[in-house]
C-alpha cells in the first residue's frame, strides 16, 4: 500500500508508540509502506525533531545490523516534576491515613495513566542496565511492575507470596518485612527465568528493604544479577535500608495516624535532575 | 507551536495511542498545534481512513459538546484470529502441562505484548457496556485486567485474597473454587468502588467460574452492576458454569497429564465473527 508522507508519520506513530523501546526496522516501515528506506529514514528524523520540542519522547534510530528505530519514552524534566509533584499531592490528602498509619494508595497506582507514566520513567532511569525481565512480588506492585516491563519491551515476573500449583516446580525463600515485622515467604517459579539473565526489581513501597532484599535473595538462588532497584515511594525512616542501591520516585517525610497528615516530597534526584 | 500537517498527525497520533479510548477535544490539538479546530478535523478524517486501513484502529470524532477525537483498539479479523491462534499454539507446547493437569501460562500472561492486546481485545467487546471500573481478583489475572482498563480508559480494582492492613476497611466474601475444590475468601476495599458503580470482570482463567461467581457477589455487597465477565482461558468441561453470561477468548478443551498433551481452540465467537 502506498501512503502519502503524513498518513506514513501517523501509522508509523501508532505502531512505535503501542511497542515502547521496540527497535523496528527501516525495512519494515518501507515494506509497509511501499517507500524507500530513505525516505522512512527521513521520515523519522523530521519527527524526531518535534517529538523533542513537544516533549513526546525519543524517536532515535539505531545503526548498523541490528538496527532501525525505537520511541523511547522520555518526559521532559518539567513534565517530571509536574507529575511527580502532583501524585505527591494527591498522596497526602487525610483519608489516605490508615490506622497504624498505613497510607492507601492502591487506587492511584492501579490508575492506568499513572501506572504507565511511572512506568516510562522506570524504564527511561534504568534502560541502560539492560534488563531481560522486571520483577515484582505480587500485589500492588504489579501495574507499575508490568508498565515496566512493557516500557521497556521485555517481560513480567511475578513472585507469588505461596507455591502456586498452576507455577509448576518453584524456589522459595523467608524474609522479615519491616512493614508487618513477619517471617514472610516468597516464591518464584523455575520456568519464570533462566540462569545468567538480569532482573530489574521493582516494588510500589519501600520501607526496611526487607521486601526488596528477599526478591534479590530469590534472584541470586537463580544466578540472576541485579539490574536494580526501582520504588514508587520510599520512606524516610529508617534511613538505612536493607539495600543499599536503588531509586525511588516520592520520599514518605513523615505520618501521624492521629493527626491524619502525612507528606510525601519528590526524590532529590527528580528535584536535581 | 505551529506545526506543519505531518507533525501534526505523528504528535496526535502519539497523544491519542498513548491513552486509547480518551477523548480529546479538537480545542485541545487545536491549541497544542496552533491551528484551527476545522484543521484538526480534517486531519483526523484523513488519518481514520489510513488507520482503517491498515488495521491501526478506529479514528473516531464524537460530535457534540463532550466531543472530540478518540483512538479505540480494534483488531481486524485477520489480526484477531490470527493472534488467538498463535495464543493457542504457544499454550499447547507439552512443556506447559503441569502434575495434577494444569497449565502453566504466567509467562505468556505477563507478556506486556500479549496482555495488551488481550486488553484491547476486551476493552473493543466490553466498551458498550459502559463499565467504570475494571475488576479482578489477585493475581494471574491482573495484567491482562490492567491492559483492559487502559484500553478502555478507565480505573483497575483488584480484590484481595486476604485482607490487608493498606486497603483500609474492607468487605470480604467466601467462596468455592472449582479449581481447587476449597473454600477461599476475597475481599473489596470500601474506599475502590462507589455504590452505583458498572464494573467489567476479569479474569485470566475460568473452570467452574466459582471466582467469577465471587466476583460478582463481591459487586453485588456494593450495589455496583456487573456490565460483562471477561476471561482469557475457558474449559470445555464443565459445560455448566456458575456464571451463566460471560466471554472467553479461547477454550481449554482437553488436558491430559499423563500424555502431557492440551488441546486449546479459539472461543467460537472470535471464528465466526
Known sequence: MKLDKNKRMGAMVKILSDHPNRIYTLKFFGEL??????????????????????????LETIAGASGGVRLRPKLTQKDLLSFILDLCDRLSSPERVLPGGFLYRADLLYLPEIAQKIGEIMAFEFENTKPDFVITVETKGIPV????????????????????????SSVSINYVSASSNRLQTMSLSRRAVKQGQKGLIIDDFMRGGG???????LLSEFDIEIAGVGVVITTSFPKEKLIKEYKALIELKEVSENSEVSRFSPARWVLER
Open 33 to 58: 509502506f511501499g517507500t524507500a528506506k530513505s525516505t522512512v529514514s527521513e521520515d523519522i528524523e523530521e519527527m524526531a525533531e518535534a517529538f523533542e520540542n513537544l516533549g513526546l519522547g525519543c
Open 145 to 168: 511492575a508490568m508498565m515496566t516491563a512493557r516500557a521497556l519491551d521485555c517481560p513480567l515476573v511475578i513472585a507469588r507470596r505461596n507455591n502456586e500449583v498452576t507455577e509448576g
Open 211 to 217: 521486601t526488596a532484599k528477599g526478591m534479590s535473595e
